[in-house]
C-alpha cells in the first residue's frame, strides 16, 4: 500500500473517531470470514462501525483522532461507537456465541483508557433507555408522595372550612 494511500485510511479512521465517545480494540483471532461477517453486521445494526487496520496506522488515527493511544499487538478490530453500552453489549453476546471471540483488548471512552474489565462492566449495565425510564421513576415518586401530601392538606383545610361554616350557620342556644 502507498503512503498516500496508507494517510487516507489514517484520515478517514481519526474523522470517525472524533465523532465517537467509545472504542474498543479487539482479537480476532480465530475468527472465520463468516464469524466476522454476523459480527460486522450486529455491530452495524447497534449504529456501530468495526474497522480491521495495521496497529500501526490505527494508533496514527487514535492520536489524530485526539484520544489516548494505545500499544497494539497482534490482529486489531476497532469498533467505533457512539453508544459505549450498546457496542460493548454486542462485543459482549458475540463473544458468549462464538468461544469468546472476538477477545476485547481495552478501549478509549470519553478520552481516557479502559481494560476489557471495565467493557465487561459496560456490556451488564441496562439500556440507555431503561436507565433514564429509573431515573425518570425516581424522580417522579417524591413528587407523587409531595402531591399526595398537599391533596391530604387541602382536603383537611376544606373540611375545617366545611366545620366552621356548620358551625356559624347553627342556630344558637341560649
Do not use: C, W
Not at 456501530?48 to 490505527?58: D, G
Not at 453500552?85 to 458468549?96: E, G
Not at 398537599?150 to 342556644?173: I, K, S
Amino acid at each position: 500500500m502507498k503512503r498516500t494511500e496508507k494517510q487516507v485510511l489514517v484520515d478517514e479512521l481519526s474523522t470517525k473517531i472524533r465523532g465517537a465517545t467509545a472504542l474498543y480494540y479487539t482479537d480476532f483471532t480465530g475468527l472465520n470470514v463468516k464469524g466476522m461477517t454476523e459480527l460486522r453486521r450486529r455491530l452495524r445494526k447497534a449504529g456501530v462501525e468495526y474497522v480491521v487496520i495495521k496497529n500501526t496506522l490505527a494508533a496514527r488515527a487514535v492520536a489524530e483522532g485526539g484520544l489516548a493511544g494505545t500499544r497494539l499487538r497482534g490482529p486489531t478490530g476497532v469498533v467505533i461507537g457512539t453508544d459505549p453500552v450498546a457496542a460493548a453489549k454486542v462485543l459482549s453476546d458475540f463473544a458468549k456465541e462464538f468461544e469468546q471471540r472476538p477477545a476485547v483488548k481495552g478501549g478509549v471512552l470519553d478520552g481516557r483508557a479502559i481494560d476489557a474489565g471495565q467493557v465487561k462492566r459496560l456490556a451488564s449495565m441496562p439500556p440507555r433507555e431503561q436507565m433514564l425510564r429509573e431515573l425518570g421513576a425516581g424522580l417522579q415518586a417524591p413528587l407523587a408522595a409531595f402531591a399526595g401530601a398537599l391533596n391530604g392538606l387541602l382536603y383537611m383545610f376544606a373540611g375545617a372550612l366545611t366545620a366552621l361554616q356548620a358551625q356559624r350557620d347553627a342556630p344558637r342556644q341560649g
